[in-house]
């Protein structure tokens, strides 16, 4: 079974400062996808890492999949409030119907 | 705004009851696929459509059905509600066969259970 573990779970900061989130696997996935969540709606797609060793940035977040496609991390630099919300990252199923597996979710409140 | 609309965007049902969820996109992409998530939890694969056929499904029992329309809008039956059902049900286009690209999602319907 493939599972997405993303830690930690909850991150409490202020307004500046920086963080780093998980997401971590036992398997490998083609690729991995990263989504913002705010209450009240959808997932949001961030971008989606398909190489080993791959690094892409978004302003100020920067994310990176593992050598060996078994995991990726979401660095943010100098936080602010509006960062604030429910980061997933996800990856596909073995089996070939476009199914996402999703990590349990890291909840970021950035405190101004 | 996605593209993605869902319908209802809040839902109260009875324990035992039947509910229809509704997912329509502007695009038309001929791939569908829904999504249960609990509160604080991330998203859980239900199943897919791709030209009105079901293409996949989660670890989620018969009485969770669904349809895809010519005009590849879709919706999301659940039969004999339970409580463990209240959830955020959201809708998703995209990725087809090819998972490496991205979904977009509707904002979802929050049905409580009660």
Known sequence: TQLLEQSPQF???????????????????????????????????????VTGGEVKKLKRLTFQFGDARKDSSLHITAAQPGDTGLYLCAGPGSSNTGKLIFGQGTTLQVKP | ETGVTQSPTHLIKTRGQQVTLRCSSQSGHNTVSWYQQALGQGPQFIFQYYREEENGRGNFPPRFSGLQFPNYSSELNVNALELDDSALYLCATGGGSDANSGYTFGSGTRLTVV
């Open chain 1, 11 to 49: 991150l409490s900061i202020q307004e500046g400062e920086n963080l780093t989130v998980y997401c971590n696997s036992s398997s490998v996935f083609s690729s991995l996808q990263w989504y913002r969540q705010e209450p009240g709606e959808g997932p949001v797609l961030l971008v989606t890492v």
